[in-house]
C-alpha cells in the first residue's frame, strides 16, 4: 500500500512558477508509475505528466516546455515544476501511482492551484 501526500499548490498570477510535490509513505515506491493529474471545475481528471518506474517520461500537450517531472525515489518524492503558468492550469493536481493497468491504484488528496490576475 502506498499513500500519497501533495503539496505546493496556491495562487499565483499569470507567468509566475510553482512546485508540486507528492510526497508517498510505503514500500516500493519506486516500483510505481507516478502521474500528476488535474481535474478543473466541470471537467475530467486528466493526466498532465507521467514517470514510469524506469524513468520515462510524458505530458500532455497543454504543458510540454512549461512543466518538468521528476521523482526522488531515495527520498520517497515526486515534483512537479510548472512554469509560466497561465489561468487554464487553475485546477485540483493530483498525484497517483499505478502498479498495473491504466488507472492508478492510489492517489492523494490534491493540491489546488489557481492561476489569476
Known amino acids: 500500500q502506498v499513500q500519497l501526500v501533495e503539496s505546493g499548490g496556491g495562487l499565483v498570477q499569470p507567468g509566475e512558477s510553482l512546485r508540486l510535490s507528492c510526497a508517498a509513505s510505503?514500500?516500493?515506491?519506486?516500483?510505481?508509475?507516478i502521474g500528476w493529474y488535474r481535474q478543473a471545475p466541470g471537467k475530467q481528471r486528466e493526466l498532465v505528466a507521467g514517470?514510469?518506474?524506469?524513468?520515462?517520461?510524458n505530458y500532455v500537450d497543454s504543458v510540454k516546455g512549461r512543466f518538468t517531472i521528476s521523482r526522488d525515489n531515495a527520498k520517497n518524492l515526486v515534483y512537479l515544476q510548472m512554469n509560466s503558468l497561465k489561468p487554464e492550469d487553475t485546477a485540483v493536481y493530483y498525484c497517483?501511482?499505478?502498479?498495473?493497468?491504466?488507472?492508478?491504484?492510489?492517489w492523494g488528496q490534491g493540491t489546488q492551484v489557481t492561476v489569476s490576475s
Open positions: 497517483g501511482a499505478r502498479w498495473a493497468g491504466v488507472t492508478p491504484q492510489y
Open positions: 510505503g514500500a516500493f515506491f519506486s516500483r510505481y508509475d
Open positions: 514517470i514510469t518506474r524506469g524513468g520515462s517520461i
